[in-house]
């Protein structure tokens, strides 16, 4: 279900509201409690048909992210090592001088 179809959708429950309050305006409280079942199930249709798309593009996201997490983590280890990173071991030290033998 695309943006345009939901929009649709929510048109479709909120005429069904419209009739239920001019009913129940107009003194036809059972047929007003009716068409406000109906305006329920539109309601709830809906919902349960868009959760997929919008479930797919919170996924969408997630596998994006993390991604880029991925991404980041390699170049900061890829700069670490090629550039001695601060805290990083190094076999490297100060020159020792011996005297005698």
């Known amino acids: 279900m695309n943006e345009q179809q939901l929009v649709d959708r929510i048109g479709f429950a909120e005429r069904w509201l419209d009739r239920a309050k001019r009913q129940c305006r107009d003194g036809d409280v059972p047929r007003g409690l009716l068409t406000l079942f ?10 349960r048909t868009a959760k997929p798309v919008f479930a797919q593009r919170r996924q969408d996201f997630a596998v994006s992210a993390f991604a880029i997490g991925a991404a ?8 670490a090592s090629s550039a001695g990173a601060p ?3 190094t076999a490297e030290g100060p020159t020792i001088v011996t005297l005698g033998g």
């Open 38 to 47: 109906l305006a329920n199930a539109e309601m709830t249709h809906t919902l």
């Open 72 to 79: 980041l983590a390699l170049a900061w280890v890829v700069l």
């Open 87 to 89: 805290g990083k071991f």
